[in-house]
């Protein structure tokens, strides 16, 4: 037996797609496995990376050999393997028939590795890997965290899918009663919601805090030539203050919220918006979103597809004003933190509504700005409020979120800090 450690990372988004947040998640994983592989080992010990996906293929949404080819380059470069696991493509992903079938095989494939490896680390990435916590404990040399990134109570207010909620309710049930399983500290407020709404024990928890790979360039401020030639090639004008969002084509974001607040700011705005269809019905919203802009003669742009480049460039554009985020409910957003990042320079300032974890991340007049949802004209009243800051002012905001998200969002030190938390004390010959 190889007397290294295991860390089988399982996810639906980010290996062999790239459509949302969990898979922008993931990408940071790799890249912070490309980098920092061996400082890690440095202080955790020898281990092998692992991924499980569930079988690449068309019927994946999103599915681009060109992401899958990029994490096999990472794993297998360092001694790991993508490891397909079988699910019925012919049926909708989102439900609880193929997370049964994905957690089960990613369970199959742990108790492979704990074969030639002396320990097994299973990450289980958000609802679909959920299911692993049913089978922790049945393999001593195999540990089981699940990272919920949200819950259909979240996301799915005020009536969450039923099948969806009975999934997670059993999944944190089986934490706090299987041995060797426990849920990712994500952040404090889906820490506080995980334990208030599912009854998560406290002491199941182990600290996971949502980070970003720091140094990847890709979240480095384009210059504003560069930003200006991105929009530009997507139809988006440049010499106008610009309202922006990015988001998919989920009730749940927002977008048709924002479309409404905007509509008294025509005159003097244009709304860029990104709406990435999913792969299922949501997606005529993408046509609702574009039809609802001409009945409100907005000055618009709605982009339906996703292109990892115009996200960074709006947010840094120097005519960008303001990046709303309009979510009805939202753990820790992804587009709040890379936003601060890509608008150091010149650009937008972040709008969120004051719920969830948004307080988690914006301290409203000094990284960002709050709205209260519940208040009506509250939305518009923000996007006024960021429109009317002075340079000085939006700077000021601009510096104080980098500054935060630099000094608090680093993913190869939170890695770290969960894999000790897992294996407190390096494996050695003999062990």
């Excluded at 092998?48 to 899958?68: C, H, K, M, R, S």
């Excluded at 079988?86 to 909708?92: E, M, N, V």
Aim: glycine share 8%.
């Amino acid at each position: 037996m190889r007397t290294d450690r295991a860390l089988l990372y399982c996810a639906v988004n980010g290996i062999a797609n790239n459509t949302n947040g969990v898979g922008r998640q993931t990408k940071t994983f790799l890249g912070t496995l490309q980098q920092h592989h061996a400082a890690l080992t440095v202080q955790v010990g020898a281990f092998t990376p692992y991924l499980a996906v569930p079988e690449p293929g068309p019927a994946l949404w999103g599915y681009d050999p060109a992401d899958l080819a990029h994490a096999r380059t990472v794993v297998e470069a360092l001694g790991g393997r993508v490891i397909p696991l079988s699910w019925d493509a012919g049926a909708p992903m989102w439900r609880p028939a193929n997370w049964q079938a994905l957690s089960a095989g990613a369970a199959r494939a742990a108790a492979t590795l704990a074969v030639v490896h002396e320990r097994v680390l299973v990450i289980g990435v958000d609802t679909p890997f959920a299911g692993l916590a049913h089978h922790a404990g049945t393999n001593p040399r195999v540990d089981t965290v699940l990272a919920l990134f949200s819950t259909a109570r979240i996301t799915e207010r005020p009536h969450p899918d039923p099948g969806r909620l009975t999934w997670e309710t059993a999944a944190i049930t089986a934490v706090n009663q299987r041995p060797r399983v426990w849920a990712a500290g994500i952040g404090d407020f889906l820490t506080r919601h995980l334990h208030d709404t599912y009854g998560l024990r406290s002491d199941r928890v182990r600290p996971w805090p949502s980070g970003l790979h720091l140094t990847d360039p890709r979240l480095s401020p384009p210059t504003p030539a560069e930003a200006e030639h991105t929009a530009r090639h997507h139809g988006i004008p440049t010499d106008r203050p610009l309202i922006t969002a990015v988001g998919r084509t989920d009730r749940t974001k927002g977008l048709d919220l924002l479309i409404e607040a905007a509509a008294p700011l025509r005159d003097r705005t244009h709304l860029a918006m990104i709406a990435v269809p999913t792969d299922d019905d949501r997606a005529r919203l993408l046509d609702v979103y574009r039809e609802r802009c001409a009945a409100l003669r907005l000055d618009a742009t709605v982009v339906g597809h996703f292109d990892p480049e115009l996200p960074r460039a709006l947010a840094a554009l120097p005519t960008s004003r303001v990046m709303a985020v309009p979510s009805l409910g939202e753990t820790l957003a992804n587009i709040v933190f890379e936003t601060c990042l890509w608008a150091r320079g010149h650009g937008s300032v972040v709008l969120a509504p004051a719920i969830d974890g948004f307080p988690e991340q914006i301290t409203d007049g000094h990284n960002g700005l709050l709205y209260h949802p519940t208040r009506p004209g509250a939305l518009t009243a923000g996007l006024r409020r960021a429109l009317g800051l002075t340079e000085t002012e939006r700077s000021a905001l601009r510096e104080a979120a980098h500054r935060r998200v630099a000094a608090e969002r680093d993913a190869a030190r939170h890695l770290a800090t969960l894999l000790t938390s897992i294996w407190p004390s390096p494996p050695g010959p003999g062990r």
